[in-house]
C-alpha cells in the first residue's frame, strides 16, 4: 500500500472533488473483473473514484483496503458510497522510430527594422519537422530531391 503525507492527500482530496466515479462496484461486489477495471483506470488517470452501491459500511471498509492492497493504491478519502484511490501514473516511455523526422521546436526569427534606426522585430515561431527558415526570415517548407525519370543508373 503506498503511503502519503497529509499535505500530499489534502492536495489530491481537493483534485478529487470535480471528479466523476468511473467504476462502479454493485451488488456483486468486489470480483477480480471490477478489480481489473480498477487497475486499468488507475494506470490510465491515477486518481479515480469508486462507488459502491452495498449500504453495509463495514464491508465497503474492507473493500477500500483490499483494492489498496492489492493494487498499490493509496487511500485517500471514504465519504459515504464514494472512495478516493490514487496510484501515480506509470511513465510510458515512447520510442522514436528511426524513419520519423524532428518534431515541433520554437525558433526566434529577428529582422532589422528596414530603416536600421529602429529596434529590429522579434517573432517566436513554431516550426514543423519538414520547415526551415530562410535567411529573410520566411519559413519555406523543405520538398524532396526531384529525381529525372531519365536517369534509371
Known amino acids: 500500500m503506498l503511503k502519503l503525507t497529509p499535505a500530499e492527500r489534502s ?81 510510458a516511455q515512447k520510442e522514436r522510430s528511426e524513419k520519423r523526422g524532428k518534431g515541433l521546436r520554437e525558433v526566434t526569427i529577428v529582422k532589422p527594422s528596414p530603416s536600421g534606426t529602429k529596434r529590429p522585430t522579434v517573432t517566436k515561431v513554431v516550426l514543423k519537422g519538414n520547415e526551415r527558415v530562410t535567411a529573410g526570415g520566411l519559413i519555406k517548407r523543405a520538398k524532396p530531391r526531384q529525381t529525372s525519370s531519365k536517369k534509371s543508373t
Open 11 to 91: 492536495a489530491l482530496r481537493s483534485e478529487a472533488h470535480a471528479l466523476n466515479p468511473v467504476v462502479i462496484i454493485g451488488d456483486a461486489g468486489l470480483t477480480p473483473a471490477v478489480l481489473k477495471e480498477i487497475d486499468a483506470s488507475l494506470n490510465a488517470h491515477g486518481l479515480i473514484k469508486v462507488r459502491v452501491a452495498g449500504d453495509d459500511r463495514d464491508a465497503r471498509i474492507e473493500m477500500y483496503e483490499t483494492i489498496c492492497e492489492q493494487l498499490g493504491a493509496a487511500p485517500i478519502q471514504h465519504i459515504g458510497k464514494l472512495l478516493v484511490l490514487y496510484r501515480p501514473k506509470k511513465e
